[in-house]
C-alpha cells in the first residue's frame, strides 16, 4: 500500500484542491500566535470531552508549538475541528448579513456580506480562513467561496505540502544491521526456550458417558472484525426527584426539540423576559413535562461542543449544557426537529 494521501484529501472536485487540502490551507493562512492561544484555553486533557483524534494532535501542537508542522501532517478532522473554532464568529457575522439568504446565497450576495465584514474590521486573514472553510465543508456556496478566493488576491491562500500519514500496512525501512542483531536475538531465545523447556504431563482425555470425548471449553477469541458490534445506548443518570418525574424510556429520549427554556438569571436590559425558545436535547419526558440539556450559540462552564449541530440543520457552532433543566410542558407542546444517534449521545457526557 503506497503512502499517498487518502482520497478524500488527494482527490480534487474539478474546481481546484480537494476540500481537506482547502482546510489545511485555510488554517495556514491564519496567525500562528493567534491559533495557538485558542489551542491554549482548549481543556485537552485524556478526560476532556473531545475526540481522542483531535485531542491528542492538539496536544501535540500545545506542546511543540509548530503550527506549520500541525497543519501539514495531522489528521483531517484535527485540522477542521481547529479552523472552525478559528472561523467560528466569522461565519456567525456572515450568515447574519446574509440574513433570509443565509442557506443558498448568490455569489453577488455573498461578496456583499464578505465585504461588510472586511469593513467591519474582520481581518484578510480571517475571510480566506471562512472561505476555505466553507469549500472544505461543502457548503451550498461552496462555489462561491472558490471564486472569491480566485479573484481577491488580498485572501490568498498559502501552499501547503501535505505531508502523508503512513500507513499501518506500509513496511518500514529497516537498517540491515539491525534486523541482524534481531534475528541473533530470536535465535538465542529459541535456543534457550528448547534447552529449559519440559515435557508436560497429560492425563487421560476425559469421555462424555457414551464415550464420546467431552464438550469442549467455550472460546474465548476476540470476534472476527467483520462482525459488527452493537453500540449500546448509555443509560442517562437522575436524581431522585427527576427519576420521579420522567422516564428514562419514553420515546421524546434522544431526540432534539425547539422548547421555551427558562433564562437562569433574569436580563437586567430586559427583566420582564424570563425565557427563550431555544434548541435542547431530551433526556427523559413524561406525559406532563420534558427533562432537557439546553443547546446554546455560546461555549461556557459547563457546556461541550454539540457534534450534530450541521446534520440537525442548527446555523452555526453550538454547545450543549451538561445542566438538566425540568420543563413543565406535555411533550405534544415541544417541536422535534431530529434525533441523536447512539454513537452521538454516547459521545456527550
Known sequence: MSDD?????????????????????????????????VVDSLDLRPSARLSPAVAVPLRGLHQRRDLSVFVAGAPIVAVRALLELMVAGALDRVVTALGDHADHPSYEQLARAVDTLASDGVTADEIAALLAFAVSESFPAAPHCRRLLGERSEWELPAVAVVP????????????????????????????????????????KTKGPTGAPAAATPSTATPSPDVAIEVVRRRARLTPAEARRVD?????????????MPFSEPDPAQPEIRSKERPALVVAASTDAVLVRGVYSNPGPGRQVFGPWRR???????????????????????????????EEWNSLQ
Do not use: F, N
Not at 506500509?170 to 531465545?189: I, L, M, Y
Open 5 to 37: 494521501p487518502t482520497p478524500t484529501e488527494s482527490a480534487s472536485d474539478g474546481r481546484g484542491d480537494a476540500p481537506a487540502v482547502m482546510a489545511r490551507r485555510g488554517l495556514a493562512r491564519l496567525d500562528a500566535t493567534a491559533v495557538l492561544e
Open 165 to 204: 500519514a503512513r500507513s499501518v500496512l506500509s513496511p518500514r525501512e529497516v537498517d540491515p544491521e539491525v534486523r541482524a542483531r534481531r534475528q541473533a536475538r530470536k535465535e538465542a531465545e529459541k535456543a534457550q526456550r528448547r534447552t529449559t523447556t519440559r515435557p508436560v504431563s497429560r492425563g487421560p
Open 248 to 260: 428514562l424510556a419514553h420515546p421524546l429520549a434522544g431526540a432534539v426539540v425547539h422548547v421555551e
Open 312 to 342: 440537525l440543520g442548527l446555523d452555526h457552532v453550538s454547545y450543549v449544557a451538561d445542566e438538566h433543566v425540568l420543563i413543565e410542558a406535555a411533550p405534544s407542546d415541544v417541536r422535534e426537529v431530529g434525533r441523536l444517534s447512539d
